[in-house]
């Protein structure tokens, strides 16, 4: 089992200037800020499962772990 962060766009602050998951992670360009839709995306494929992310945002369940 493997799992990999993603998150839930409409509840992502990006927009407004959040990058603190983007600051957590410690794989690179795995999570960006997407300028289309001005919300952080996870790369599936690089992201490494660690979980790092999740306690660095503060929206609740904004990153969530999904198992592939
Ligand atoms: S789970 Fe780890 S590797 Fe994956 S996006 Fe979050 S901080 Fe990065
Ligand atoms: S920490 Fe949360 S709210 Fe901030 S950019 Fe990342 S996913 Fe969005």
Redesign the pocket.
């Known amino acids: 089992m493997y799992a990999v962060a993603r ?1 839930t766009e409409a ?4 927009e407004k200037g ?5 600051a957590a992670c410690p794989e690179p360009n795995t ?1 960006n ?1 997407d300028f289309n839709k001005k ?2 995306v996870v790369h599936e494929q690089r992201c490494k499962g660690c979980e790092l ?1 999740v306690p ?4 609740q369940k ?2 969530s772990m999904i198992h592939l």
Request: proline share 0%.
């Open positions: 998150v509840e992502c602050t990006a959040c990058r603190l998951c983007i999570i800020y919300v952080a992310c660095a945002c503060q929206v904004c990153i």
